[in-house]
């Protein structure tokens, strides 16, 4: 796990596109919803809907480069742990970009009503935390069809995840839609990463 | 001679193209075992099935330590980065005596995009001449190689053996002399 996250920094602090790409897709698309003028009620839309087109974004290329360069080929056949490897992407990916992602939305749209400075940092990161699973699932199990299948195959996992949102950061209802929220990012977490591991097998092979 | 793994009766297919069938393979410990073949005839394709066996540790009928250094068609390198941060990507450093030998140590501090692909292939090989391992796996190591390059590799491979390593590879360029040969041609369908 060590050697992963040392490698996953590396390649965050080595190619700084990996970090300024996102979070400039993130801020533009912030300020298009800023410039619409849009109304109260939409206040908070424009921070998912924003983080939803960034996630989805990164994920196009979180394997891709490696898969790519033959990176991960090597690192299956050298029985590398591969579990790590996805949990060390996730975890650089939360320091390097989700964070400011967090601090780019609070600064400009402040904090929703109900909801403490704490409980929205925790809710907004395990939201991030529970869509990037998804899309990266999407990504490898269409990487050899250039992600094309991506948007298609994670609609399902959404739905309940938007209205979970919904719930939470427009309507305000802490309880249950926080703890709905992270039953929803284990799941993810886990089990969505575990199935990312073996697809990523089967591409190898 | 010990073997480090055996195939028996291998039947493949691929999109219902026979690639094997009752195809058998023994590699043995300590040695190198060379598979030839024509384009398409399933080099790589038996590369990735013995890499599996070994790692799975099924027909391994040794104690030898059992992991793997393992060298695909492409290098494994990020464009972006230079030589020298490739490495540390894989907490190594370049073992200077070794990548002087290969003609590569100048390249240090070059961006792996703007090298030939010679080189980028020499970058990936030191990667695993470096690895510490006894069994290297390599599909077509000789790929865009100098006859230089290919004489320098072919020396730290007999070194490898005489340290009581194994290598296996695909290949159909360079002859290797004292390595076993299986041919694809011979015993597919």
């Known amino acids: 796990m060590n050697n992963f996250l040392k490698r996953e920094f590396l390649l965050f602090f080595n190619i700084p596109k990996n970090i300024y790409l996102p979070l400039s897709i993130y801020s533009i698309v912030f300020v298009i919803f800023i410039a619409l003028g849009l109304p109260d009620d939409f206040k908070f839309a424009n921070v998912f809907i924003s983080s939803f087109i960034t996630v989805f974004i990164i994920s196009e290329s979180s394997y891709k480069d490696d898969f790519e360069s033959g990176a991960i080929e090597q690192m299956l056949f050298e029985d590398k742990n591969l579990i790590s490897y996805v949990l060390s992407k996730l975890l650089i990916q939360t320091v390097f970009v989700f964070f400011p992602m967090l601090i780019i939305g609070l600064l400009f749209s402040g904090l929703p009503q109900n909801l403490s400075l704490a409980q929205f940092s925790v809710s907004y990161l395990a939201c991030l935390l529970t869509l990037s699973p998804f899309f990266n699932l999407g990504s490898i199990v269409s990487i050899r069809k250039n992600n094309s299948l991506n948007a298609l195959i994670i609609i399902p996992f959404l739905v309940p995840f938007i209205f979970l949102i919904e719930g939470l950061f427009i309507s305000g209802q802490w309880n249950p839609n926080f703890y709905f929220l992270m039953a929803y990012f284990v799941f993810s977490i886990v089990f969505i990463n575990l199935l990312v591991v073996e697809v990523i097998k089967i591409q190898i092979r | ?189």
């Open chain 2, 1 to 189: 001679m010990k073997a480090l793994a055996i195939i028996n009766n291998l039947n493949y297919k691929v999109d219902e193209k026979c690639i094997f069938k009752k195809f058998s393979l023994r590699v043995n410990l300590n040695e190198i075992t060379e598979i030839r073949g024509r384009n398409g005839s399933g080099k790589t394709t038996i590369l990735k099935i013995l890499c599996r066996e070994i790692s799975n540790n099924l027909s391994i009928s040794s104690s030898q330590d059992n992991s793997i250094a393992y060298l695909g068609h492409q290098n494994a390198l990020i464009e972006e980065l230079t030589f020298k941060q490739n490495f540390s990507l894989n907490i190594m450093n370049i073992d200077k005596t070794l990548a002087k030998q290969m003609n590569i140590f100048h390249l240090r501090n070059q961006k792996i995009n703007n090298l030939s692909f010679g080189e980028k292939r020499k970058i990936a090989l030191l990667r695993i001449f470096q690895s510490q391992t006894k069994l290297w796996i390599m599909d077509e190591p000789f790929s865009g190689l100098d006859t230089d390059s290919v004489t320098t590799i072919k020396e730290i491979f007999f070194q490898h053996i005489k340290n009581k390593g194994t290598i296996l590879l695909s290949n159909h360029q360079e002859t290797i002399s004292n390595s076993t040969k299986v041919h694809l041609e011979d015993l597919g369908e």
